[in-house]
């Protein structure tokens, strides 16, 4: 009978110690997202019915129809557009932004990220109502335009593209803005300090030096708004309304009428959508690269 060394002991702890400690975790992480997701996978391959939720009969019916339905593509292009235009957007709004704050000192830079903090503690349904308040027929907008005589009736700027855009946008930039201050903030300012005494410019200087350096905060922000945009339902539901539905709204509308299959195909349609829309993001901003792997 073979004698434990010590080594062998300390490494025979460390694994029990790691399993105790990672162990409950994996067990509820199994047991509420694992084994119910794969229960809706399941779902979505079964029949229809009039009676039950579902009939226990295989079929890719539910995907057949999405896929080559015209309505169902016209959704997921208008989803994938809204999606992909507030993300530009928010990068394009939340890089120079990040690029100021990155500058502070720690203390100033601590109080702007608690003040862009601030707005994310107010209920999205709240915020969606404000929005309302503002663009609806009688809201803000209308009635100051109407009364300095730029429009004669008022503007349909609710219940629109432009309305869920600008309604994502505000809720999501911050998220954005925190990650790439973040990164900037950890970059050591040698770098671009060697870059410009080698004779670069500020421009040669962010595109070789700052920019990839700070690739993972960009990829980190761009996948935080990117999930959150396409599941964003309550901000979707009421800035767009009835006529205008994304497909995070239409997997609403399917569970509700109680078309469990066709409900469960869509939402992993939207899942897949999600894995491929983060694959293209790190992919295009590749954040491997600050960590010394190569590109």
Known sequence: MSVLTDKQRLSWRRYVGEGAVLGPPLVFFTACFILPLLYLFVVSFLEPSQVELYEKQLTIDNYGRVVTDEFYLMIIGRTLLATALVLVISLLLAYPAAMVIARFEPKWRIRMLALLLFPLMVSNVVRAYGWISILGRRGIANTILLDLGFIEAPLALLYS??????????ILLPYMIISIANALAAIDRSYTEAAESLGAGPFRTFWHVTLPLSSPGVASGCL???????????????????????LVSLVFDTVVTLQWPRAAALSFILLLLALAGGAVILALTRPQRVRGRRA
């Open 161 to 170: 593209f432009n309305a869920v855009v600008l309604g994502l946008l505000t």
């Open 224 to 246: 935080i708004v990117f999930f959150l945009a396409l599941s964003a339902y309550v901000t979707i539901s009421l800035l767009g309304g009835p006529r205008f539905k994304l």
